[in-house]
């Protein structure tokens, strides 16, 4: 494995699915005058000198082919995007003769995904210790830490997440729960991954752990087997698209 940060070699890699129970063809939708998918694409080439497309649908393939970006087919048996980025890599280091060091997963519907996240989450590496990188962001006064949509995550003082929960963790004993927020900081998951190559492969080997199957969280499976999540904190919001309706809202305040 590379261990000198200035020379390894990073692959941000897009998983895109054309099936979505609330918004199908999400990944093609127009967003002012592009592809949502270009967007996310353009936005990662400005960090990663490698950067791909790694889709099951023919549709997103031949698009991502006539805005002049990379892609790959992939099976269309994946259950998660890590799953999906481990078999491109395989893919982009065979065709490219070259290979990657860290593997960025980037969200495909997340068009206004901000450079200085991308670079954030880069920057781990830098310790050579780092298995597994993600983000984490303070949450609002605005915003429900009870909505079981957006997760929890508990870190370590070596910054590590400890846990993630779509629970408000930590409980705050002896507290009203309307006064949690003012008595504690609480973290949300953004949901952006990045792995070391080989640690990508070992992951997408693993059998779902019963901390995963109770809160539908991946990234358990991985804690719960011994794996260490590097974290770093932002204050850049991000607008995930679940539907048109989020697509209409985002476009109009961005």
Not at 210 to 223: F, H, K, P, Y
């Amino acid at each position: 494995m590379n261990t000198n940060y200035n020379t390894l070699i990073f692959a941000g890699i897009i998983p895109a699915r054309f099936a979505s129970t609330r918004f199908p063809g999400k990944p093609l939708a127009d967003i002012l005058g592009k592809p949502m998918i270009q967007h996310v694409y353009e936005k990662s080439q400005k960090v990663f000198d490698i950067v791909y497309v790694a889709t099951d649908d023919k549709r997103i393939f031949d698009t991502v082919v006539n805005f002049g970006g990379n892609v790959v087919m992939t099976s269309a048996m994946h259950k998660s995007g890590t799953d999906r980025c481990a078999e491109a890599v395989d893919i982009i280091q065979h065709q490219l003769n070259k290979t990657i060091d860290v593997v960025v997963n980037i969200q495909g519907d997340e068009p206004f995904i901000a450079e200085e996240q991308l670079k954030t989450i880069k920057k781990l590496f830098a310790d050579s210790e780092t298995m597994i990188a993600t983000l984490v962001k303070p949450f609002t006064d605005n915003e429900d830490i009870f909505n079981e949509n957006s997760p929890k995550v508990v870190v370590s003082k070596a910054n590590e997440a400890m846990y993630f929960s779509r629970s408000p963790i930590p409980f705050i004993r002896g507290s009203e729960k309307e006064k949690w927020q003012k008595q504690f900081v609480f973290f949300k998951h953004i949901g952006l991954y990045a792995y070391r190559a080989n640690i990508l492969k070992q992951l997408a080997m693993l059998p779902q752990g019963n901390l995963e199957n109770a809160e539908s969280l991946e990234q358990l499976r991985w804690l719960e087997s011994g794996y260490k999540i590097k974290v770093a904190q932002t204050d850049i919001e991000n607008y995930a698209i679940d539907t048109p309706d989020d697509l209409i809202k985002i476009v109009r305040c961005n």
